[in-house]
């Protein structure tokens, strides 16, 4: 039974082959079958190509055509009432931002005044008189007359020649403005505050080396600001600007962010006096004239720094100094009621790879101490500071405490930070030779 079995089986298989045979001998039957075999194998490639891409395809049929139609046109709310949806829609963050910046507005506006600069200046009657007009042969020219002024004192009047802006620190009038807003002697310093009340201002300190000065309003009860670490801040932070803005418009607003730190620059004021502003902060925040003493916020209402200088001819490039570099001189006057820097006593130029090349140095960082070119100006100041660690001229300065001086890291910012009658170690190269000194900061005789 099985061989018979077998026998059916092994027939079959062979008439099949010999069929199959005689069928792919005839041409048009073996052209029509390779061609749908290529078909079948070419419409399994599109399929999976169509597969892998079908999300892309029906997304673009939405937007390209049904997103299009009437129907959904009316329907795109549905997608803003997702509950839990963690997209914040752009509207809702500006918003936000703006409400922020308005709260810090009101918190921080009653505190920043307007301080008026005024003056007695003579005050004068005009009369006129009146000539008649000769030709040169000395004859009367009639119908014309030659009016001259006649000026008589009549006592004086008070004049404003200037403003500037401030903010207060103390319930009891204490307030920080720039030194050039109120560095004249010999004129009257007026400050108005935001409820419109105004007061008689005395200069209390003016720092010689920061544009910083304080002034004290007879008062009580007073709103002031509170101070922010400056060393926090970063570039892109949303910053505040508020002052006087030029002498006119007291407690102008203004906002943007903080577009660079510690920016070194020399600023040329009004009175064509020349500083120099170390580590400062740069803004976008419009700083106009009569801003100058103002505060620069932060979005919680807190000083962050103090409005010192615009770039002239440029827009809304300003500059200010970071409160942390203001708040010792602040505590200074508190406790003391002046202001005390610390000096070491030389003259010098900074030491650059140019210097180095120039005078054939042998370090291309540090201070080198030299003379100017007037006889007064001396390398080292007699029985100053350096004097007496014997520092002398040519020696190169190369760092404070062990931290390098450059251009990032200049000496008279790490001076001014120090204290007075702090003991500082500076690393010096003398002849070839480098050296630790120890100086004992003094005050300088400039300090008020």
């Given at each position: 039974m099985k061989l018979k079995i077998k026998f059916y089986i092994s027939k079959i298989y062979?008439?099949?082959?010999?069929?199959?045979?005689?069928?792919?001998?005839?041409?048009?039957?073996?052209?029509?079958?390779?061609?749908?075999?290529?078909?079948?194998?070419?419409?399994?490639?599109?399929?999976i190509i169509v597969w892998n891409v079908k999300d892309k395809i029906i997304n673009s049929l939405?937007?390209?055509?049904?997103?299009?139609?009437?129907?959904?046109?009316?329907?795109?709310?549905?997608?803003?009432?997702?509950?839990?949806?963690?997209i914040v829609p752009v509207k809702e963050e500006v918003k936000v931002v703006e409400d922020t910046v308005v709260?810090?507005?009101?918190?921080?506006?009653?505190?920043?005044?307007?301080?008026?600069?005024?003056?007695?200046?003579?005050?004068?009657?005009?009369?006129?008189?009146?000539?008649?007009?000769?030709?040169?042969?000395?004859?009367?020219?009639?119908?014309?007359?030659?009016?001259?002024?006649?000026y008589t004192p009549n006592g004086t009047k008070k004049q404003q020649l200037g403003s500037g802006s401030g903010f207060l620190i103390s319930s009891d009038g204490l307030i920080v403005t720039n030194r050039h807003v109120v560095d004249q002697t010999d004129v009257d310093y007026t400050v108005l505050l935001n409820n419109g009340k105004e007061y008689v201002a005395t200069v209390l300190a003016k720092d010689s080396v920061l544009d910083v000065a304080l002034i004290k309003i007879v008062a009580s009860g007073l709103p002031y600001l509170q101070f922010a670490d400056s060393d926090k801040l970063e570039v892109g932070e949303s910053v505040i600007a508020i002052g006087n803005a030029l002498g006119e418009f007291k407690n102008t607003v203004s906002a943007g962010v903080i577009s660079g730190l510690s920016r070194s620059l020399s600023a040329t004021g009004g009175g064509g006096y020349r500083e120099f502003l170390y580590k400062v902060i740069q803004t976008d925040a419009a700083i106009n004239k009569g801003n100058s003493g103002g505060p620069l916020l932060n979005l919680k209402g807190q000083v962050v720094g103090i409005n010192v200088a615009i770039a002239e001819g440029s827009s809304n490039v300003g500059f200010s100094l970071p409160i942390n570099s203001v708040k010792g001189v602040i505590d200074q006057v508190k406790k003391t009621g002046k202001i005390s820097r610390p000096y070491v006593g030389v003259r010098y130029v900074n030491v650059t790879s140019d210097l180095k090349a120039?005078?054939?140095?042998?370090?291309?960082?540090?201070?080198?101490?030299?003379?100017?070119?007037?006889?007064n100006e001396v390398a080292v100041v007699p029985g100053s500071p350096a004097?007496?660690?014997?520092?002398?001229?040519?020696?190169?300065?190369?760092?404070?405490?062990?931290?390098?001086?450059?251009?990032?890291?200049?000496?008279?910012?790490?001076?001014?930070d120090k204290k007075v009658g702090e003991n500082i170690k500076m690393k010096v190269l003398?002849?070839?030779?480098?050296?630790?000194?120890?100086?004992?900061?003094e005050a300088a005789a400039d300090s008020q």
């Open positions: 062979n008439d099949i082959m010999l069929f199959m045979k005689n069928l792919f001998k005839n041409k048009t039957f073996k052209m029509f079958f390779i061609s749908f075999l290529t078909m079948l194998i070419t419409i399994g490639i599109l399929f939405i937007n390209n055509y049904i997103a299009k139609s009437d129907t959904f046109k009316q329907k795109p709310i549905l997608i803003e009432k997702v509950e839990d949806s963690p709260t810090a507005v009101k918190k921080a506006k009653p505190a920043v005044v307007s301080i008026i600069i005024s003056k007695q200046v003579p005050q004068y009657t005009v009369t006129y008189k009146e000539e008649k007009i000769v030709d040169q042969f000395g004859n009367i020219v009639p119908n014309m007359t030659l009016t001259t002024p006649i120039k005078l054939n140095l042998t370090v291309d960082y540090g201070i080198l101490v030299a003379k100017g070119a007037n006889a004097d007496k660690a014997g520092i002398v001229e040519n020696d190169i300065i190369l760092s404070i405490n062990g931290e390098n001086i450059n251009a990032s890291n200049d000496f008279m910012s790490l001076i001014r003398s002849n070839g030779v480098e050296r630790v000194v120890t100086i004992k900061l």
